[in-house]
């Protein structure tokens, strides 16, 4: 299986900071690489597909990067309502893998 | 809206079974892979199996196979999660994604999930 390592495993910010997590997967998965936004008793959201695509509705202050096998979440200006826990997940074979989690706390 | 409703957790003994259902509105099935991807108690999202819409073609990850089988009912637009033999490692909240697409593709929708509990 294709393992995702996240860092940091925990971010603390203030709100306007920009923020970036990355994520490493142990063999490359060119761009098929989303990340998801959860928060306490809520399923995941997602936020970008093929490493890079905004999904609909997302705001513009969320971006992704990379390819290969190390990729970036960036949030440019955090606001309150970013204060969750976001995951990786990569979709390169039907063998789906999951980073850890980055729990992005209040400083 | 595509909407996504799980049901069918709750208390099971070590070694018990306990069926998932997931029913689904608006879209077909066999358009698009569906998924259960599980979270026990304060930890991270483990992705648990998947089913290709266009030939129902089913794959596990390695903690439940030979244990879970993932199946649908097109003419009730609903999918089922069947899982045997149950350990206090499958205590977990049950989540039903969809994918946004038929092969490699990420999860655009999700349930809320249900929750189940292996104990004595």
């Known amino acids: 299986d294709i393992q995702m390592t996240q860092s940091p495993s925990t971010l603390s910010a203030s709100v306007g900071d920009r923020v970036t997590i990355t994520c490493r997967a142990s063999?490359?998965?060119?761009?098929?690489l989303a990340w998801y936004q959860q928060k306490p008793g809520k399923p995941p959201k997602l936020l970008i597909n093929?490493?890079?695509s905004l999904q609909s509705g997302v705001p513009s202050r969320f971006s992704g990067g990379g390819s290969g096998a190390e990729f970036t979440l960036t949030i440019s200006s955090l606001q309150p309502e970013d204060f969750a826990t976001y995951y990786c997940?990569?979709?390169?074979?039907?063998?789906?893998?999951f980073g850890q989690g980055t729990r992005l706390e209040i400083k | 809206e595509v909407q996504l409703l799980e049901s069918g957790g709750g208390l099971v003994p070590p070694g018990g079974s306990l069926r998932l259902s997931c029913s689904a509105s608006?879209?077909?099935?066999?358009?698009?892979?569906m998924s259960w991807v599980r979270q026990a108690p304060g930890k991270g999202l483990e992705w648990v199996s998947t089913?290709?819409?266009?030939?129902?073609?089913?794959f596990y990850a390695e903690a439940v196979r030979g244990r879970f089988s993932f199946f649908r009912d097109n003419s009730k637009n609903t999918l089922y999660l069947h899982m045997n033999n149950l350990g206090a490692g499958d205590t977990a909240l049950y989540f039903c994604?969809?994918?946004?697409?038929?092969?490699?593709?990420?999860?655009?929708?999700w349930g809320q999930g249900t929750l189940v509990t292996v104990s004595s």
């Open positions: 994604a969809k994918g946004s697409g038929s092969y490699k593709t990420e999860f655009d929708y």
């Open positions: 093929k490493a890079s």
């Open positions: 997940q990569q979709y390169n074979s039907y063998w789906i893998t």
């Open positions: 089913l290709r819409g266009i030939d129902g073609s089913t």
């Open positions: 608006v879209f077909n099935f066999s358009n698009f892979a």
């Open positions: 063999q490359g998965i060119s761009v098929y």
